[in-house]
């Protein structure tokens, strides 16, 4: 398998496992970033790690996503009437998201080992 087609087949399980950490984590909190995470190392190739590697990314893009998401809400007049302009709370909160890293990278090496 050539170096460029395994690095296509990581991104798009990337951006495949990311999505759907991003749609399962708003109805089941723990469960989207490891069935992101298990499908993104399942599209991916490779070994185990890269398996692991595709579901960290999913996790870092949705992580991404939801933080824009949220720093958007702060401009919206209804919500930037109630919170100071730079709010610790919203940062705190997008710092603590970055589970969704950590546990889509456990989903991915658990997708590289039932592959392999």
């Not at 170096?3 to 495949?16: D, M, N, P, R």
């Not at 190392?41 to 595709?54: E, L, P, R, T």
């Not at 949220?70 to 940062?91: D, E, N, Q, R, W």
Request: hydrophobic share 65%.
């Amino acid at each position: 398998m050539a170096v460029t087609e395994l690095k296509k087949e990581f991104w798009t399980g990337a951006g495949i496992g990311g999505l759907i950490i991003i749609i399962i984590d708003l109805m089941v909190p723990f469960l989207g970033p490891l069935l992101g995470g298990f499908i993104a190392g399942i599209i991916a190739k490779g070994g185990v790690m890269n398996a692991g590697k595709a579901g960290f990314a999913a996790g870092i893009l949705a992580t991404i996503v939801i933080a824009l998401i949220m720093v958007a809400g702060m401009i919206v007049p209804p919500i930037a009437g109630y919170l100071p302009v730079v709010s610790t709370g919203y940062f705190l909160f997008i710092v603590l998201t970055f589970y969704l890293a950590l546990f889509a990278f456990i989903g991915g090496l658990i997708a590289g080992a039932v592959r392999k």
